[in-house]
């Protein structure tokens, strides 16, 4: 983004734009009232679910709920779900090359996940049919904890962290997840966590030798939706937006 001197302080207001939020910026510069479009995307606007659907179809189930600025499945009653009240879900808008950033957090003993590179497709019955995960789990208290590859961080079943830096469990965590290029980093807590070049016979090796093995979508998409996972847990996220590279 280019940095614009300013002569009064900034009026920051919101339109949708791409499916989220688009924040403009008006400016004075010397004496002329200008827009400057920011970057990022914001992809919930901490007030509703305008740019989400649930995945293969229909709006957002009821067990999704908005509390205090944030995304939150309420998982407290599930016996008393009725037909499509849960469900993963997506952002109705997909992207090739981004940088996205989430706040979550997770229950005691809870496992969810953010999935990304989603194809959603009659073909695919699940998003993670087609899309990766940046692993969301409470690591002591889920017995995912166990499994390498499994922990919070990791790119699900695929990549081991390199180093643990998750915050105890009811506290937020920042993940980011940078696609550029073939290029995957995943972020947690301002730590590169795992790193990795996607769409190489490397990859399709590391495929090859994870559950999504008989999964012939399986990372194989340049660009898809953003999904958050519905594990069936409590988990909350906010903050989330995104900015195109």
């Known amino acids: 983004m280019i940095a614009l001197k300013y002569s009064v302080a900034a009026i920051v207001s919101m339109v949708f734009a791409c499916g989220g939020t688009q924040e403009v910026r008006e400016v004075t510069i010397e004496n002329e009232v200008v827009e400057v479009e920011s ?12 740019g989400w659907k649930k995945y293969g179809g229909g709006e957002v189930g009821a067990a999704w709920k908005i509390q205090d600025g944030a995304i939150y499945l309420d998982a407290t009653n599930k016996s ?15 992207f090739d090359d981004f940088h996205l950033k989430v706040e979550w957090k997770i229950s005691e003993g809870g496992n969810s996940g953010i999935i990304f590179y989603v194809n959603e497709s009659d073909k695919y019955p ?9 692993q ?13 590859t499994h922990r919070t961080g990791d790119l699900y079943d695929l990549i081991e962290s390199n180093e643990e830096t998750v915050k105890p469990v009811g506290e937020w965590n920042l993940a980011e997840i940078i696609s550029k290029d073939g290029n ?6 301002g730590t590169k966590v795992v790193e990795t070049t996607l769409w190489t016979p490397e990859w399709e ?4 030798g994870s559950k999504f093995k008989d999964m012939p979508g399986f990372g194989t998409f ?10 069936g847990d409590e988990v909350w996220f906010r903050n989330i937006e995104i900015k195109k590279l």
Do not use: C
């Open 80 to 94: 008393e779900w009725k037909e499509g009240d849960g469900g993963d879900i997506v952002t109705k808008e997909e």
């Open 126 to 134: 699940y998003p993670w049919s087609t899309g990766m995960e940046m």
């Open 39 to 50: 970057e990022w995307i914001r992809l919930f606007d901490g007030k509703s679910f305008d």
């Open 184 to 189: 995957l980093e995943l972020h947690l807590n």
């Open 222 to 231: 340049k660009s898809g939706k953003i999904a958050l996972q519905d594990h």
């Open 205 to 208: 090796a590391l495929i090859a």
């Open 136 to 148: 969301v789990l409470d690591n002591e208290g889920h017995a995912d904890g166990k499994i390498t």
